[in-house]
């Protein structure tokens, strides 16, 4: 079982920056943050698996970078250029390399923006 857990949400104006941070107990294949507005479903933002390759959602590339510590099992995004449509929760999340999905979730983090 692996728990993570995350921090760094906040309120912040449109045009701002943001780091989120999740710490996991134990090191694992990939890490990803997700996150779910008002009305929205939830979305994978980015992820970024242990041997450095990364993934970025459309809506965020240029803007957002994740990346990871390994020999601190941490996961960051680092969140530039915020706009009000990234207000949502955000969720860390990992997954061993043999699972398709994400197995185990982060309580979330509150990310407003406003405009």
């Known amino acids: 079982q692996v728990q993570l857990v995350e921090s760094g949400g906040g309120l912040v104006q449109a045009g701002g920056s943001l780091r989120l941070s999740c710490t996991a107990t134990?090191?694992?294949?990939?890490m990803g943050w997700h996150r779910q507005g008002p009305g929205k479903e939830r979305e994978l933002v980015a992820s970024?698996?242990?041997?450095?390759?990364?993934y970025y959602a459309d809506s965020v590339k240029g803007r957002f970078t994740i990346s990871r510590d390994n020999a601190k099992n941490a996961l960051y995004l680092q969140m530039n250029s915020l706009k009000p449509e990234d207000t949502a929760m955000y969720y860390c999340?990992?997954?061993?390399?043999?699972?398709?999905?994400?197995?185990?979730w982060g309580q979330g983090t509150q990310v407003t923006v406003s405009a």
């Open positions: 134990a090191n694992i294949f990939s």
């Open positions: 970024v698996n242990s041997a450095g390759s990364t």
């Open positions: 999340a990992a997954r061993h390399i043999a699972e398709n999905e994400y197995k185990y």
